[in-house]
């Protein structure tokens, strides 16, 4: 591969080869832009003049406008190796500089098992930003759980043989500190979120032409070679103005907007393979009044490269225009009403919407076209014709996209895939299977053992109240093909209004972190000097990284009473469910969802329904949501009580539990009343004091009633039961 030496800024450099590994190679796909070339040129024509050199490059512009991108390519056209850092907005100084870790001998070390010494050396090798399970996951494979237990057990093995051995510290230096010292590219993502100025002090310090980083070892000086690109999207939640006066240490700033309609085209064809110039050069059109008309309105969504990709991909693909429009660009950009009215109005003025019912009907014909000639192939003179096809079931026709070539698809003996209408956030259709395969003794028996499990947790936390003698089942539902297609058809409206709440909750979730230090750590950012006396290596203070998952969990209660079957409560409830669910997913928040009802009979006078379970998830859990029915009665004080205790179980700092609820509790044997009243708000009280925070979403025509019950501040009057899925969510994502 010929590479562009033009702009090296040190030609005569001689690379490690972990150091040219790190040099970013351009992909067939790439094109250079406008902003690449004047960068280039801007830092060659003065890398030698003295104070006039450029080496910080600030990056500033909306999601998916090519900043990344742009960082990497100047990595391969510097010849730079490049590498980066995400910032966040606990951070402090110690993430700049580096870590502090506890470190055996290396006679001790030899003498442990080969796994062992594999994750002490991962460990010892780190830069002390990644948590100790992230390692071992990295290392040795294997759930998050594992890898804590054997971290655990191997910390305990040392301490149990460290003897009157002397502990070692050793310090890690960070990723900033590395590209610094060695002359790399450096891209720095989204310092806008930093909150302490101290942080802040820091970087500008080591921005400074002849900069310097202080460790607690030596004094780091800036290395001749090293480049840094501040990348920061612009008013985007979590963020703040950048710094003035580490914006005054940029040498060189590009306003990254949307590049010229031919680059955009370009790009589409590279990324997509999508050869239509005609089609991809309407569809960049739309994107460019979108985006305009998004910022005249103040709509705070974004219309950037990479929904066009997106929708260009999928036009591409045999979808249409139009409709693919909403799903691929304009739902991302918002899914109010009114904004939307607007963006059809510009659209509308512009006349791009009549041509993009021209493009679908052109395609249309296309794919007629197309399925004229599939139908004609093979069945005249054709000397393989199979004679006994005419007894055959019809089959489902094939249909060649716009823009397939002449080979047909071919169709394995053991096809069975439905393709249902909804779609996942990247716009791929989601495939399911028309008929589910028989699961296996061994995955039945699995699952027995599990429901004994749920039911002997079930009757041990209910063991001490007044719900002990009440003959309690807890089922797991199963699924079939119509819980797929009724999921298909509730979530099809859903989902962009999820997917808009967690656009708008990823960011913060991304950069967001604990603001208290976790005391007791093998390593981390503040040596806890008190803690040397356990010997046990303990002796830190850190912060959670920022990739770590959000610590909250979810609970939602979901009542199963015969009333829940009038004026649409029970699809509302359905609806409701969905939303959180795929909420929690996306954000990987972990999630509880309980139905209960009373009174099925006279051996079963309590059921819950495991439709999603901490301990065990399954993809297919979606579907177990469709099980959700109008019932019997509802005894609400023993249902809360059993996912309470379960959520104060789990190690997450906020635990919520949402209750869906159209009546007031209601059971036989007198569980009414007062008596039910003063129960559920015992229960309530006693998990509120172990982290529980309850709210009640009541539905029903009993909502004085659940307001009674659970107090203003826990009760949310649901007026409008369409509106009962984003609301939940929105609450959700405020926790958070």
Same mark, same amino acid.
């Given at each position: 591969?010929?590479?562009?030496q033009?702009y090296?800024v040190?030609p005569?450099?001689?690379?490690?080869?972990?150091e040219?590994?790190?040099v970013?190679?351009k992909?067939?796909?790439?094109?250079v832009?406008?902003?690449?070339i004047?960068?280039?040129?801007?830092?060659?024509?003065?890398?030698?003049?003295?104070?006039?050199k450029?080496a910080?490059i600030l990056?500033e512009?909306?999601a998916g406008?090519?900043?990344?991108?742009?960082?990497k390519?100047?990595s391969?056209d510097?010849?730079?190796p490049y590498?980066k850092?995400?910032c966040?907005?606990?951070?402090?100084?110690?993430d700049?500089i580096?870590?502090?870790?506890?470190?055996?001998?290396a006679?001790r070390?030899?003498?442990?098992?080969?796994?062992?010494?594999?994750?002490l050396?991962?460990?010892y090798?780190?830069?002390?930003f990644?948590s100790?399970a992230?390692?071992?996951m990295n290392?040795?494979?294997g759930t998050r759980e594992?890898?804590a237990?054997?971290?655990?057990?191997?910390?305990?093995?040392m301490e149990?043989?460290?003897?009157?051995?002397?502990?070692e510290?050793?310090?890690?230096?960070?990723?900033?500190?590395?590209?610094?010292?060695?002359?790399?590219l450096?891209?720095?993502?989204?310092?806008?979120?930093?909150?302490?100025? &101290?942080?802040?002090?820091?970087?500008?310090?080591?921005?400074?032409?002849?900069?310097?980083?202080?460790l607690?070892?030596e004094?780091?000086?800036?290395?001749?070679?090293?480049?840094?690109?501040i990348?920061?999207?612009r008013?985007y939640?979590?963020?703040?103005?950048l710094?003035?006066?580490?914006r005054?240490?940029v040498?060189?700033?590009?306003?990254?907007?949307?590049?010229t309609?031919?680059?955009?085209v370009e790009?589409?064809?590279?990324?997509?393979?999508y050869?239509?110039?005609k089609?991809?050069?309407?569809?960049?059109d739309?994107?460019?009044v979108?985006?305009?008309?998004?910022r005249?309105?103040?709509?705070?969504g974004?219309?950037?490269?990479?929904?066009?990709?997106?929708w260009?991909?999928?036009?591409a693909?045999?979808?249409?225009?139009?409709?693919s429009?909403y799903?691929?660009?304009?739902?991302?950009?918002?899914?109010?009403?009114?904004?939307i009215?607007?963006?059809e109005?510009?659209?509308?003025n512009?006349?791009?919407?009549?041509?993009?019912?021209?493009v679908?009907?052109?395609?249309?014909?296309?794919?007629?076209?197309?399925?004229?000639?599939?139908?004609?192939?093979?069945?005249?003179?054709s000397?393989?014709f199979?004679?006994?096809?005419e007894?055959?079931?019809?089959?489902i026709v094939?249909?060649?996209?716009?823009d397939s070539?002449?080979n047909?698809?071919?169709v394995?003996?053991?096809s069975?895939?439905?393709e249902?209408?909804d779609r996942k956030?990247d716009?791929?259709?989601?495939?399911?299977?028309?008929n589910?395969?028989?699961?296996s003794?061994?995955?039945?028996?699995?699952?027995r053992d599990?429901?004994?499990?749920?039911?002997r947790?079930?009757?041990?936390?209910?063991?001490?109240?007044?719900?002990?003698?009440?003959?309690?089942?807890?089922?797991?539902?199963d699924?079939?093909?119509?819980?797929?297609?009724e999921y298909?058809r509730?979530?099809?409206e859903?989902m962009?209004?999820?997917w808009?709440?967690?656009?708008k909750?990823?960011?913060?979730?991304?950069?967001?972190t604990s603001?208290e230090?976790a005391?007791?750590?093998?390593?981390?950012?503040?040596?806890?000097?008190?803690s040397?006396?356990y010997?046990?290596?303990?002796?830190?203070?850190?912060?959670?990284p920022?990739?770590?998952?959000?610590?909250?969990?979810?609970?939602?209660r979901v009542?199963?009473?015969?009333?829940?079957?009038a004026f649409g409560?029970?699809? &509302?409830g359905?609806r409701?469910?969905?939303?959180?669910?795929?909420?929690?997913?996306?954000?990987r928040?972990p999630?509880?969802?309980?139905?209960d009802?009373?009174?099925?009979s006279?051996?079963?006078?309590?059921?819950?329904?495991?439709?999603?379970d901490?301990d065990?998830t399954d993809?297919?859990d979606?579907?177990?949501?469709?099980?959700i029915?109008?019932?019997?009665n509802n005894r609400d004080?023993?249902?809360?009580r059993?996912?309470?205790?379960r959520l104060?179980a789990?190690?997450?700092?906020?635990k919520?539990?949402i209750?869906?609820s159209?009546?007031?509790?209601?059971?036989?044997d007198?569980?009414t009343?007062a008596?039910?009243?003063?129960?559920?708000?015992q229960?309530m009280?006693?998990?509120?004091?172990?982290?529980?925070?309850?709210?009640?979403?009541?539905?029903g025509?009993?909502?004085?009633?659940i307001?009674q019950?659970?107090?203003?501040e826990?009760?949310?009057?649901?007026t409008?039961?369409?509106d009962l899925p984003a609301?939940?969510?929105?609450?959700i994502?405020?926790?958070?």
């Open positions: 591969m010929n590479v562009n033009d090296y040190s005569g450099r001689k690379l490690t080869n972990a040219q590994a790190l970013w190679k992909p067939a796909s790439h094109k832009s406008e902003e690449e004047r960068i280039c040129q801007e830092i060659k024509r003065n890398w030698n003049r003295g104070e006039m450029i910080n990056l512009g909306d406008s090519g900043k990344t991108q742009l960082a390519a100047l391969a510097l010849g730079l590498t850092v995400t966040f907005a606990d951070m402090d100084k110690s700049i580096g870590a502090i870790l506890p470190v055996i001998s006679d070390v030899e003498k442990m098992e080969a796994a062992e010494q594999t994750v050396r991962a460990l090798d780190s830069d002390g990644q100790a992230e390692l071992v290392v040795l494979g594992e890898a237990l054997t971290m655990k057990q191997l910390l305990n093995k149990q043989n460290s003897g009157d051995d002397v502990v510290y050793r310090f890690y230096p960070s990723e900033i500190v590395r590209a610094y010292r060695n002359g790399y450096l891209e720095i993502q989204e310092p806008t979120v930093i909150r302490d100025a &101290a942080v802040l002090m820091a970087l500008n310090s080591a921005l400074e032409p002849d900069g310097s980083i202080n607690p070892t004094i780091v000086r800036r290395h001749p070679d090293f480049v840094a690109v990348t920061t999207n008013s939640a979590g963020t703040r103005p710094n003035e006066a580490l005054d240490r040498q060189h700033t590009e306003k990254m907007d949307l590049p309609k031919e680059i955009m790009r589409a064809m590279s990324k997509t393979g050869r239509n110039e089609v991809l050069a309407i569809l960049a739309v994107i460019v979108l985006d305009k008309t998004a005249a309105h103040a709509i705070k974004v219309a950037g490269m990479r929904s066009f990709f997106y260009a991909d999928a036009v693909g045999g979808a249409i225009a139009k409709e429009l799903h691929k660009v304009i739902y991302k950009i918002t899914t109010d009403s009114e904004e009215s607007l963006l109005e510009a659209l509308k512009r006349g791009l919407l009549d041509v993009l019912d021209q679908d009907a052109e395609a249309k014909k296309k794919r007629i076209t197309d399925e004229a000639e599939l139908k004609t192939e093979g069945t005249i003179g000397t393989d199979n004679q006994d096809n007894l055959e079931e019809p089959g094939l249909k060649k996209s716009a070539d002449e047909t698809s071919e394995s003996d053991d069975t895939t439905t249902f209408s956030e716009g791929a259709a989601k495939y399911h299977q028309a589910l395969e028989t699961k003794e061994e995955a039945r028996q699995k699952e599990y429901r004994k499990k749920l039911n947790d079930a009757r041990e936390i209910v063991s001490g109240s007044i719900h002990n003698k009440v003959k309690l089942i807890v089922h797991r539902p699924y079939d093909n119509d819980s797929e297609l298909a509730l979530s099809e859903l962009p209004v999820v808009e709440i967690a656009r909750t990823l960011p913060l979730l991304e950069h967001e603001s230090f005391r007791r750590q093998y390593y981390g950012s503040k040596f806890q000097a008190d040397i006396a010997r046990d290596f303990r002796t830190f203070a850190k912060k959670l920022p990739t770590d998952s959000p610590s909250l969990v979810v609970g939602l009542d199963e009473s015969a009333s829940m079957s409560r029970l699809e &509302a359905k409701a469910v969905i939303a959180v669910y795929e909420f929690c997913q996306i954000c928040i999630v509880l969802i309980y139905g009802t009373a009174d099925a006279r051996l079963e006078q309590m059921s819950i329904y495991a439709y999603t901490l065990k993809p297919n979606r579907y177990r949501l469709m099980g029915r109008a019932r019997s004080g023993m249902a809360l059993i996912m309470a205790d104060a789990s190690p997450q700092q906020t919520l539990l209750s869906i159209d009546g007031q509790p209601k059971a036989m007198d569980y009343g008596y039910a009243i003063k129960d559920m708000q229960t009280a006693e998990y509120e004091r172990k982290g529980i925070t309850f709210l009640a979403a009541a539905i025509q009993d909502k004085d009633v307001h019950i659970y107090g203003s826990r009760f949310l009057d649901i409008s039961l369409p609301k939940l969510v929105r609450i994502a405020r926790y958070l």
